[in-house]
């Protein structure tokens, strides 16, 4: 078994939040500082009423939040690993002409959203144009404009070479995207944008741990995924629509290949931040992941991002 330590500091500032797509394109800083969460648990006492569902979820006081991680997030941890950036593993936009169904174009929202983290955390400055152009491109098709207006893409090309503030534009427009989404009653698009971000953040992951001498901390964090699938296959589920039928059984198929993955977890007293009142759990994670319970995930991810993409 390969057996990898991770060291998690999970504040529900930034790990309970509602489900929106933002999240997964620009919800969190390489270094885990942006505040990302649509809610926060402001009082920690309150914490002792939270329980947790069959899938993951954590419902407090009759909401659910799911605690899904950031494709900026994995690119950082990959970067940080010492793989070198790689284009080929990037979703052609040639390919965009092809999603013409509002299921299609929301899953490659998410797809090119994650793709666009990637190039920007690597600071791939003509990339980073190409795929802020083609989210652009899908969301019009959505039917969502006004996140990436005018003023938008030159605020883009105005800051191509200071990374957190391209981050930060980045976060905005998906902010006023996912509100929109909410706000027209249209939350499974958004949870499919979602699906699409996620699952090409882990396919990126695990295309890279192929190609990285020292994948450790790749492989770890691949790993942790087990409980993010579980929470994405209940929020996807809650939506009740036929759009995400398809999508979920896919994802379910991934979950029986992650059953395999061990994940033991060993709790320390959690901190408060006096100022804020918000609660950071310090937990300390151990990853058991053979090689060929890798390479399953690797393939069955690759499935389904073929499906996605093609």
């Not at 999970?10 to 790990?15: D, T, Y």
């Not at 039928?245 to 977890?265: C, G, Q, R």
Request: proline share 2%; glycine share 6%; aromatic share 8%.
């Amino acid at each position: 078994m390969i057996q990898k330590v991770n060291n998690i500091g999970m504040s529900f500032g930034r790990a309970a939040v509602a489900a929106t797509f933002l999240f997964y394109i620009g919800g969190c800083t390489p270094e885990g500082e942006q505040e990302v969460a649509a809610e926060k648990i402001q009082d920690p006492t309150e914490e002792a009423d939270a329980t947790t569902d069959n899938d993951g979820a954590i419902n407090k006081s009759g909401k659910v939040f799911y605690t899904i991680p950031s494709p900026l997030e994995l690119t950082s941890i990959i970067k940080k690993a010492g793989a070198k950036y790689d284009n080929s593993v990037l979703n052609s936009t040639k390919n965009i002409s092809n999603y013409v169904t509002e299921t299609s174009q929301a899953l490659n929202l998410g797809v090119y959203g994650a793709d666009l983290s990637y190039a920007s955390i690597f600071e791939q400055t003509q990339e980073t144009i190409v795929y802020f152009a083609a989210a652009h491109k899908l969301a019009d098709a959505l039917g969502i404009t006004a996140a990436f207006g005018e003023s938008t893409i030159e605020r883009v090309q105005n800051n191509l070479n200071n990374r957190d503030s391209l981050v930060a534009i980045i976060s905005d427009s998906y902010w006023e995207t996912d509100a929109y989404l909410k706000e027209n009653k249209r939350s499974s698009i958004s949870g499919l944008v979602v699906a699409g971000g996620w699952l090409e953040g882990l396919y990126i992951s695990t295309k890279l741990a192929q190609k990285t001498e020292n994948n450790e901390g790749i492989v770890s964090r691949i790993g942790e995924q087990k409980l993010t699938l579980s929470n994405l296959i209940a929020m996807l589920r809650s939506f009740e629509d036929p759009e995400v039928t398809e999508v979920v059984a896919d994802l379910k198929e991934l979950k029986d290949v992650f059953a395999d993955v061990e994940i033991t977890y060993t709790r320390q007293a959690p901190t408060t931040d006096p100022e804020t009142k918000v609660m950071t759990l310090n937990t300390t994670s151990t990853i058991n992941i053979s090689a060929e319970v890798l390479a399953s995930i690797t393939e069955k991810v690759d499935d389904i991002r073929t499906k996605i993409v093609n």
